[in-house]
């Protein structure tokens, strides 16, 4: 089933402007609390095609580019009790499908995070599209997705006093992507 591209988005391929895009999550921490961050070192590829359902999707992740705003915690998410950087430096996202839905999309897709790979749904809003002083055509997208660490083999945790854990199982993903089209 054909699905229509957002209005003034084009067929080409974007390339993903890291320095106007933002891919960011967030955690409950000690029950009580929301820890954000983000990651800065960010590359992508979007593969627009006339029929938005042959669009393609794929964007790799520098994880030691983690950022909470706090070193010691960076440090501790970096370490082989989360993230592991040295064994497993990149996370990656590959789309397998794209389908319109309501006022906006869905993507499914392969994350690929600490060695394991599952599958992750991203819904999808086309910001829009408009032609920077530079000449470049840029489109903006913003993306929605949930997973649950533990699904991918990120299980260090701590038992509170009070009852219940220290990091919360499940990770909002926030994405904020500024994507300049290609000749």
Known sequence: MATTLPAGLVAGTYTVDPSHTEVGFTA???????????????????????????TSVEATIQVASVDTRSADRDGHLKSADFFDVEQFPTMTYRSTSVRASGDGYVVD?????????????????????ATDPFGNSRAGFSAEAEINRKDFGLSWNAALETGGVLVSEKIKITLDVSAIKQA
């Open 28 to 54: 409950r921490h000690a029950m009580v609390t929301k820890v954000r961050g983000r990651f800065s070192d960010v590359a992508g590829t979007v593969v627009v095609d006339e029929d938005a359902s042959l």
């Open 109 to 129: 897709g392969e994350l690929t995070l600490h060695g394991v790979t599952q599958p992750v749904q991203l819904e999808v809003t086309a910001e829009g599209v």
